[in-house]
């Protein structure tokens, strides 16, 4: 298995643009997590979905943040548009309902100057 | 308000010494503890995890002790080496992990030879 796969690794955008980061989630899991991850506040949830259905996405900062899972095997995080305070690390990580833990994938580093 | 208080914040060991890292939770509802390790530019890895049925397991030179009645957990790595210097995550989630999971701050370890 490849493993929760994200992209891009690394993008740097303008402020005002709109970003989308991409995940394909393991095969089979049935849970998919966005996280963000600064120095100042760690390990964010921003949203999850089991099934494909959003559960709680209470962590979203705003309103400029959306999130999709349009299928088992891919979501997006699109942010619109983009501050320079949106800076951060971006992580999806996917899970078996049946809760032997998440796997993270290798995060999105999203630089907004 | 954090669901998961994680301390030290950073922890510097001698190799070949042992590393503590701590990490208590107030929701009782909670029965999956599980500890991630993230190298810089990765996600976090899973590393080893507890349901509070036992109070310890260990694998290889990592240990979990758990104490259910204080609602504390800790990760003990023996004879620490410079590869595990790292960032250390501990968690916790109810539903034996089928949900999200809660965070603590991190803990970065840094072995020094």
């Known amino acids: 298995d490849a493993g929760v796969i994200q992209s891009p690794r690394h993008e740097v955008t303008e402020m005002g643009q709109e970003v989308t980061l991409r995940c394909k989630p393991i095969?089979?899991?049935?849970?998919l997590f966005w996280y963000r991850q600064t120095m100042m506040r760690g390990l964010e949830l921003l949203i999850y979905f089991n099934n494909n259905v959003p559960i709680d996405d209470s962590g979203m900062p705003e309103d400029r943040f959306s999130a999709k899972m349009p299928n088992a095997s891919f979501s997006t995080l699109k942010i619109q548009p983009s501050e320079p305070r949106d800076s951060a690390v971006y992580f999806c990580?996917?899970?078996?309902?049946?809760?032997?833990?998440?796997?993270f994938g290798s995060g999105t580093r999203l630089t907004v100057v | 308000q954090q669901q998961v208080k994680q301390s030290p914040q950073s922890l510097i060991v001698q190799k070949g010494g042992i590393s503590i890292i701590n990490c208590a939770y107030e929701n009782t509802a909670f029965d999956y503890f599980p500890w991630y390790q993230q190298f810089p530019g990765k996600g976090p890895a899973l590393l080893i995890a507890i349901r509070p049925d036992v109070s310890e397991k260990k694998e290889g030179r990592f240990t979990i002790s758990f104490n259910k009645s204080a609602k504390q957990f800790s990760l003990h790595i023996m004879d620490s080496q410079p590869g595990d210097s790292a960032t250390y995550f501990c968690a916790a989630s109810g539903l034996s992990g089928a949900n999200n999971l809660f965070f603590g701050t991190g803990t970065r370890l840094t072995v020094i030879p």
């Open positions: 990580a996917s899970s078996p309902w049946t809760g032997s833990g998440y796997t």
């Open positions: 095969s089979g899991h049935n849970s």
